[in-house]
């Protein structure tokens, strides 16, 4: 399976499951880090989100992606595939650590989380212990640190 278009058009509207019209809009996380995808997509059952997000890094990197999913996810950076995990289980942070290559400057990340049933969301950051990675939902939208 292969992420949605390489270069994605935010305006854009899709035809989803049973027909239904959809699109990008932007969300707020919890305090807590936790994207809470419940309630945001009827019917919330048997059903996927993306989530996308840009990661400004002030030079090439190895880093770690730490996530936690409910239910399976897949992540692609850069558009490139760089984790599956497609297990049934409640979301707690940092269930899953991928190592991954930052790019200096923007990089892309793009999450695809799978619904079954019941709750349904994630969490995502990258291990940062000297607070240099920025995070946006455009990249434009901040300057080099």
């Given at each position: 399976?292969?992420?949605?278009?390489?270069?994605?058009?935010?305006?854009?509207?899709?035809k989803g499951q049973n027909d239904a019209e959809v699109g990008w809009r932007t969300i707020q996380a919890?305090?807590?880090g936790y994207v809470r995808l419940s309630g945001l997509v009827q019917p919330n059952e048997q059903v996927l989100v993306y989530g996308l997000a840009y990661v400004l890094s002030p030079d090439d990197r190895a880093a770690h992606l730490l996530l936690g999913s409910d239910d399976g996810v897949r992540v692609w950076v850069n558009d490139r595939l760089v984790h599956t995990n497609p297990s049934?289980?409640?979301?707690?942070?940092?269930?899953?650590?991928?190592p991954v290559a930052l790019n200096k400057g923007w990089n892309k990340v793009l999450i695809k989380v799978l619904?079954?049933?019941?709750?349904w969301g994630y969490y995502v950051r990258f291990a940062d212990p000297r607070g240099e990675l920025r995070w946006s939902t455009?990249?434009?939208?901040?300057?080099r640190p």
């Open positions: 399976v292969h992420p949605p278009e390489r270069e994605i058009a935010l305006d854009a509207r899709y919890e305090e807590s049934y289980r409640a979301a707690a942070p940092d269930q899953d650590r991928i619904q079954g049933a019941g709750g455009k990249p434009e939208a901040l300057k």
